[in-house]
């Protein structure tokens, strides 16, 4: 009898400190629970001497051989020989929009590996794995994606100190603008690097993000919406200024902000990908509404966040 099983991770967005939490500074980002991808996975039995076969498809297609490549080094990592698996993949992740679908992809191949292979995983570990797998996508990652989809939980990390959760107090709105452009991380990370590097202000530069990731922190633990969304817009003007934002990420924050947004920043490497928005809580089915009507086709996705106590 053939058995499937299902493993699933989430995608994230991040509420400020990308780019410079390559440098060091803390950044913030959540779990978006609803935005999922999907393995569905069957155990393939070993033919004579034959090596198993490990075939992965996502969305009806093969996937190509450095992703499979990937997949052979996350059950090496797991200290598992030859793995053999049929996996297929759907996802509602929107792909390279700046949502961690990669990392979403990493974390659910190894817990289908370590779920199919009787290995005990810790989320920590699960981290940690699955950043040394994106490496295979984008270079040298900070490790912020990978945790806040490992975790499923709101998170303040940094490399040198890992991921703590933050306590979240009350309910929280936002919404996702896909600008439809995209970017690979990789790309950008090169792109904005001279503006981190720079000699004279580097230091300055990465300083001020961190500060600004521990305003984040309290507003969302003290349920401050004003303060969350001085975050935002201060992080969005840095990230203007170190070349992340493109004239559509501009035209449709002016179009955010003009439906009444409180804030708006881009989420993820930029170059294109989304947009994310804080809404009045109490006005956030309005300003969805005008938004949607400024937008036309383009997609809003609304997202709630609950605090802690309200789950
Ligand atoms: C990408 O989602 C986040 C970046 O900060 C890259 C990284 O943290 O590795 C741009």
Redesign the pocket.
Known sequence: MVIERHYTACA?T?LV??????YGAQ?VAMPLHEMRLELSVRQESQQGNQRPLLQIELGGQPVSPQLVEAAREAARLLDIPNPGLKISGTSSILIGA?L?SS?ALCVALLRALAGVYGREISDQDLARLANRL?QAF?G??????TNVVAHERVICFSRQEGAREVAVSGNWQFALIDSGERCA?NV??EHVAPWFRQAETSQRRIARFDDLATIAVRSLESGDQHGLAGVMNDASKLLSEAGAMTPLLHELRDAAIASGALATKLT???GGGCLLALLPEESAKDVCARLDHHLGARPLIPVTLKGISQI
């Open positions: 994230k991040i400190g990308e780019h410079a939490v390559v950044a700046g961690g990392a994106e984008h040298t990652p900070s490790g912020l994606d991380t950008m990370v993820g490497a930029g």
